[in-house]
């Protein structure tokens, strides 16, 4: 193509052709070049276009003598302003809608009314009150145009801690940003950035509210669980940035943008921004993981949360390889975007939750999965083939609905739909987060020692069937049904980390001891989250040289002072522990929201009810004795996790350092008088009824 021929081509009109169907402006009709940014009437643009000089040239020469006369309202009030200075600074928006639609003389009418730019956008009936022309049919056609107009310079920016309701034909301040992150489970969240700032990115989510029979039926749960989410506020647990709503659909945005899942993540083996850094550096990041997502779980627990699904899935990692929990396992609206995976929630799921409570007894070997009831055969299966074992199959049967209407070609056929199955809280305990994040310790160990995930999971597999919401497998990969196994790999962690001399690998046998008891079978044996990050810290300090301990400072602890003189202590007390001392960091953030009918006290009592059908039934738990519970792993226990050895470690207790306000303030649980068991076996039970509270105040 000669070099006239390619000038008659690409020109301005064929660029605009290309912008309105690539959404690009490049310099090729096949490969666009360049992104076109979208005009954005934010409020320095606004405050830019309208000025004096702007107003009074859209004003006839009889009309300009108006502004700088005193604005009068209806009544004889007067006020000191005048036109002018009303529109430069409260209705600025407004002028510019009616200078569009072209009756700019209008602003008068809209300043005597005392209108200004918080009143968008205007309702019809409202609009009408301003009689832009004289003319019926003139008059309509405005009033619509008006209408439709406002939403172009009516932009509401989201800010931190704000909810929006946004009209269904008002702009949305947000742009898409062109990029995806390597991990295809992440990939179906959105990321964008606000007007004009394409640095400050943002993943959003989305969330339906209804359904087509009753609209925003969910839309008090979703704010409901925005609300509960932001009492929690930890440094690794991804934050609630803002939120809005549109056309019954929720939207959140979130500051944490991950790259990867933990999943992901280990699978990926050399992920490009961890080869990056050296290797001791590697070591000490992976080894702070530990230590952050226990202080997350931790504070989760201190303000009346269960996790509830601690799983590699809900676990981001950023690209500057910070770690976080994606949300509240618990609170239900944040599930709806995911695609669940009933055979993850049964691998790293605790052994309560798969066992019947009655018939727990922890010297008896890995028990057999129960996941999911067996569907009741159907008349048409059994006469077929007598009997009916697709216990996994969601295939829907055709049966005999016992009506005589006729209507649509319906001979009384209907497909009779399963009704959804309302979520168990049974086992949603702060135990039940212990064994998950036991879990997740040894799968992030085991990527430390350069163990292939692969291996671990054949090494842990047994060969009996699962099945697991619908799901069926020949093998039986479960930390829970495992556990001997489990026992079998964290020896051979211990040994390989004794052929290496770097530091980082002298923590790996007291971590296995404490992931020992992370995943005991009996739940009462398990330390508390606080007690593992305590632990933990205790571990790292002493037998590494790691500079900075993340989240070492527990700022978010609750019922502990967090002021200078704290922070000074524990700096002291840390120092003496060795040379380098521990960098505190912390972060408050006060968010103003535009909602305010709900009050502390009413999301609290909101918060307390959603989680009554738990207390009701955890009050039937049954528990071991201890002793019949230390059997369970077949070796001793290692010492309490809540004391340190001082004799290792030379030194005394620090008076300064953290209690935990569950250790004095929480009630003991009433023991109910030894029962025989049915059976009529010497082993004796207790049972201890729940009564711990589920939210806990400051």
């Known amino acids: 193509m000669s070099a006239r021929t390619l000038t008659n081509v690409v020109n301005d009109q064929t660029i605009a052709m290309n912008a309105m169907i690539f959404g690009y402006a490049g310099h090729s009709l096949v490969t666009p070049q360049h992104t076109m940014h979208q005009l954005w009437w934010t409020d320095d643009r606004i405050n830019e276009k309208v000025t004096k000089e702007y107003i009074t040239s859209r004003l006839r020469p009889n009309e300009r003598d108006r502004l700088g006369r005193p604005v009068g309202f209806g009544g004889g009030d007067l006020t000191d302003d005048t036109y002018m200075e009303w529109i430069l600074e409260r209705a600025r928006r407004l002028f510019l809608v009616l200078s569009e639609v072209g009756v700019s003389e209008k602003i008068f009418a809209v300043v005597e009314r005392s209108w200004d730019d918080d009143d968008l956008p205007l309702q019809m009936e409202d609009i009408e009150k301003l009689s832009l022309s004289n003319k019926k049919f003139d008059q309509q056609q405005l009033s619509t145009r008006f209408f439709n107009t406002q939403f172009t310079f009516l932009l509401r920016e989201l800010r931190e801690g704000v909810h929006i309701d946004y009209a269904p034909n008002e702009v949305l301040p947000l742009e898409y940003v062109m990029e995806l992150p390597p991990a295809v489970s992440l990939q179906h969240w959105s990321r964008v950035h606000p007007p004009t700032k394409p640095n400050e990115v943002y993943v959003r989510r989305k969330f339906s509210l209804g359904t087509a029979e009753s609209p925003g039926v969910f839309e008090s749960d979703f704010l409901m669980d925005i609300e509960s989410a932001r009492m929690v506020e930890h440094d690794h647990i991804a934050r ?310 993340h989240c070492g400072a527990h700022s978010h602890d609750i019922g502990i002072a967090t002021s200078s003189n704290s922070g000074s202590d524990n700096a002291s007390t840390i120092s003496s522990l060795r040379s380098s001392s521990l960098s505190t960091m912390s972060s408050d953030s006060d968010a103003d929201t535009i909602r305010h009918s709900t009050t502390t006290s009413v999301r609290v009592s909101s918060i307390l009810n959603s989680y009554h059908d738990r207390a009701s039934v955890l009050s039937e738990i049954s528990e071991m004795d201890d002793d019949e519970s230390m059997g369970a792993i077949g070796r001793p226990m290692p010492p309490p996790l809540n004391t340190l050895d001082a004799t290792r470690r030379n030194i005394a207790p620090s008076a300064a350092s953290p209690v935990s306000p569950r250790s004095s303030g929480t009630p003991v649980s009433p023991q109910s008088p030894r029962q025989s068991s049915p059976s009529g076996e010497n082993r004796s039970r207790k049972t201890v009824p729940w009564n711990k509270p589920f939210m806990r105040l400051p």
Request: contains cysteine.
């Open 240 to 549: 609630i940035h803002s939120s809005y709503t549109v056309k019954d659909t929720g939207y959140i945005l979130t500051n944490f943008v991950g790259q990867h899942t933990l999943r992901t993540f280990i699978d990926h083996r050399n992920p490009t921004q961890y080869q990056k850094l050296p290797k001791p550096t590697r070591r000490y990041l992976v080894l702070g993981w530990l230590h952050c997502l226990a202080d997350a779980l931790t504070t989760l627990h201190q303000n009346g949360f269960c996790h509830s699904a601690v799983r590699p899935s809900n676990i981001l990692i950023d690209e500057k390889n910070n770690i976080a929990f994606s949300d509240i396992g618990s609170l239900e609206t944040f599930q709806k975007d995911k695609k669940p995976d009933p055979m993850e929630a049964y691998v790293y799921g605790a052994p309560e939750a798969h066992t019947s409570a009655l018939s727990f007894d922890v010297d008896m070997p890995a028990p057999l999965p129960n996941v999911g009831g067996n569907r009741q055969p159907s008349i048409v299966s059994k006469s077929s083939s007598g009997s009916s074992n697709s216990n996994g199959s969601i295939r829907q049967k055709l049966t005999k609905s016992p009506t005589s209407e006729f209507s649509s070609f319906n001979f009384g056929f209907r497909k009779t739909k399963k009704a959804p199955k309302p979520r168990s809280r049974i086992h949603e305990t702060e135990k039940a987060d212990v064994f998950s994040l036991g879990c997740i310790f040894l799968e992030i160990v085991t990527f430390m020692m350069k163990l292939k995930p692969s291996d671990f999971l054949k090494h842990r597999s047994s060969k009996q069937k699962v099945n697991a919401g619908g799901k069926n497998s020949r093998t039986d990969s479960s930390f829970h049904a495992n556990i001997d196994k489990i026992e079998t790999w964290m020896k051979k962690i211990e040994e390989a980390s004794f052929k290496h001399d770097d530091d980082a690998f002298r923590t790996v046998p007291p971590i296995m001891n404490l992931i020992r008891g992370m995943l005991s079978r009996a739940p009462h044996v398990r330390p508390s989250a606080r007690d593992i990050r305590d632990r933990l810290l205790d571990i790292l300090l002493q037998y590494t040289a790691i500079p900075e301990v």
